[in-house]
Structures are given as structure tokens and as C-alpha cells.
């Protein structure tokens, strides 16, 4: 089953196409990234499933309800928004009981939550939280109704290394339990916990599958490079007949996809040699998420 679907979705802002013809499909149970450079529509998708913004046109399903027709489906859902806000002189304990008691769920959920997001024994008051322990909390609220769906809005992108990895750790740890659907542009946390990535760019779904198959799909041999002329050596290596695409990233270095690695093993050294330039770094490798996001979008 699906959690989420959404058929020939489009979203306009005036006349300013947002969302573009839409057909994402997240089914149960997997950790979902959804990928896409800033304004590519990843917020506004976030903020139609949850019914705070009306599709232009097309139509949403939500754990089996057509979202235009009924909003009960709200109270199964668990949101962390991209900047949470908290009353700060409250502990964890304390914000998540009031909480509890809006939202009419029995206080020893409470207890379950803080124990799963690691807030268990935090006795200081949420304004002298580090943000990842706040981003944690956020996770906590979500989970508090046990939601079937948690949509979490960029949950690491304003977190340093150590509460980056705490936020996907969590997240890794809710596998099986929920499904995850979050939106995010750092392309390693996707390949870190995701099953499922959709790629946006434009309003566009690009890809919507899962990582093993993206990189099957793509997976032609690729040489990276690193010389000190990276334009010289692009434009000499991409006549060669074994040599699919060059790209340049990250300004000097270069991805060549191959058709034959065997000869691109010859051949590359054979052409730095003769170009006179000096190598850095080669490396023969299956694509990452990141070669293939950028192919994608560009
Ligand atoms: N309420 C609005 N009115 C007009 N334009 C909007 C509105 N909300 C979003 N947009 C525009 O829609 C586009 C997509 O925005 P959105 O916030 O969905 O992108 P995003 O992928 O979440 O980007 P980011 O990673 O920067 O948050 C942007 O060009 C944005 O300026």
C-alpha cells in the first residue's frame, strides 16, 4: 500500500509554476528522501499533504484518504516543520504533557517518546537546548499521537556533524515502526538512511525509486579525476571512443563515464601523459547519490 500518492499534482503561485504535474508514490513502511535543490517545491509538497496549502489541480491521497474530502487523516500524521518553535522555559517533560493534553493522548506516551528521541533524563529548560537536542524534541512531538506517517521538513539541514548524525540515527531507529517521508538537500543523509528517493528539480519528479535501483539504473562506470588543467583534459578525453560523458564538478574535478573501463584504464594515463599534466587523484567507482543527483539535475 501507498502512503502516500499524488496523481497530476500542480500547484501555482500566481502565475508561477510550483508544482508540475506530480505523481509521487511513497509506499509504507520505508524511509522516503525527498531531494531537491532550494525552491524546488519539496516545502510546498509538505505543505499540501498536510492540507495547509490547496493543490492548483490533481488529486492526493493520504494513507488510503482522498485529502480534499477529509482531514481525519491529520490525526495519523506526525510533522516536524523546518524551524520548530517551543516555549523555552518549559523542560521536555513539561511541553510535551501540555502537548498531550491538546492533542488527547494518554501521558504515559510521554514517557515512550522522551525515552525514544534519548530526552528521557533531561531535566534543563528547552531554551538551553543545543539545536539538535530541540530538533529532537520536535521528533518527539511528531511521534507523540504514534503517528503511521512522520513528514519531517529538513530535520538536519541547520545541524552540526554530531547533531546531524544523532537526528539520522533516531530516524534510522523508527525503520519498520513508521513510515518517514523527509525533505532535505544534503544528499549523504539521503544515502545514509533512505530506501526510497525522490528527486524534485522545478516542480518535477525526476526519479522516484529506490536507491539500489537509481544506482543500478545509472550505474555506468565512472573514473574521477583530479589534474591541474581539468578543461584541457575534458576537452581531449571526451573524443576518445570509450568515453560516454565528461562533466567537471566542484570546479577541477573531472567525472568520466565510460563505456570501456578497461581502455579508460589505459588510455587516461596515457593522455595525461601526453597533455603533460600532473594528476591529484584517480579513482574508478560506482556512481554515489551525489553523481547521480547532479546528473539528474543538470
Ligand atoms: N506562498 C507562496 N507564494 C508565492 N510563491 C511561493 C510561496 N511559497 C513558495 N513559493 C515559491 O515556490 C517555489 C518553491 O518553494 P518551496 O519552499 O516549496 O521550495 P523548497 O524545495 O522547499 O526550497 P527550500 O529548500 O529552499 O526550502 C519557490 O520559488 C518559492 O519562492
Redo the contacts with the bound molecule.
Keep these: 500500500m501507498n502512503v502516500i500518492e499524488t496523481h497530476n499534482l500542480y ?1 501555482y ?2 502565475i ?1 509554476k ?2 508540475d504535474d506530480l505523481n509521487l508514490e511513497v509506499p509504507e513502511g520505508v524511509i522516503f528522501g525527498y531531494l ?12 499540501i499533504l498536510l492540507n495547509l ?1 490547496k493543490p492548483t489541480k490533481g488529486s492526493v491521497l493520504v494513507l488510503g484518504e482522498n485529502i480534499s474530502k477529509s482531514r481525519k487523516y491529520l490525526r495519523r500524521i506526525g510533522y516536524l516543520p ?1 524551524v520548530p518553535n517551543f516555549y523555552n522555559y518549559f523542560t521536555a517533560k513539561e511541553y510535551l504533557e501540555v502537548l498531550s493534553e491538546i492533542i488527547g493522548v494518554d501521558k504515559k506516551r510521554v514517557e515512550e517518546v522522551l525515552e525514544i528521541v534519548g530526552l528521557k533524563n533531561e531535566k534543563k529548560r528547552i531554551g538551553a537546548f543545543s539545536r539538535g537536542m530541540k530538533q529532537r524534541l520536535g521528533i518527539a512531538q511528531a511521534l507523540l499521537p504514534d503517528p503511521k506517517l512522520l513528514i519531517l ?2 530535520p538536519t ?1 541547520s545541524l552540526d556533524p554530531q547533531g546531524r548524525k544523532e537526528i539520522l540515527d533516531l530516524i534510522l531507529s523508527l525503520r519498520g515502526e513508521k513510515t518517514v517521508f523527509f ?1 532535505t ?1 544534503i544528499l549523504s543523509d539521503v544515502e545514509r538512511v533512505c530506501d526510497r528517493v525522490g528527486i ?1 528539480r522545478e ?1 518535477r519528479l525526476l526519479l522516484n525509486d529506490t536507491l539500489d535501483n537509481i544506482k543500478k539504473k545509472l550505474s555506468r562506470r565512472i573514473v574521477k579525476l583530479k589534474v591541474d588543467d581539468p578543461l584541457r583534459m575534458m576537452e581531449r578525453v571526451k573524443k576518445e571512443d570509450f568515453v560516454e560523458e565528461v562533466l567537471i564538478k566542484n570546479q577541477n574535478s573531472l567525472i568520466i563515464k565510460v563505456k570501456d573501463l578497461q581502455r579508460a584504464g589505459k588510455k587516461i594515463p596515457e593522455i595525461i601523459v601526453q597533455e603533460n599534466l600532473s594528476i591529484m587523484h584517480f579513482e574508478v567507482s560506482e556512481p554515489t547519490l551525489e553523481d547521480i543527483f547532479f546528473e539528474v539535475i543538470s
Design positions: 500547484k503561485y500566481g508561477k510550483v508544482l531537491g535543490p532550494n525552491g524546488a517545491g519539496k516545502t510546498t509538497t509538505i505543505r496549502a523546518d521538513d529538513e539541514s525533505s538537500h524534485l516542480g
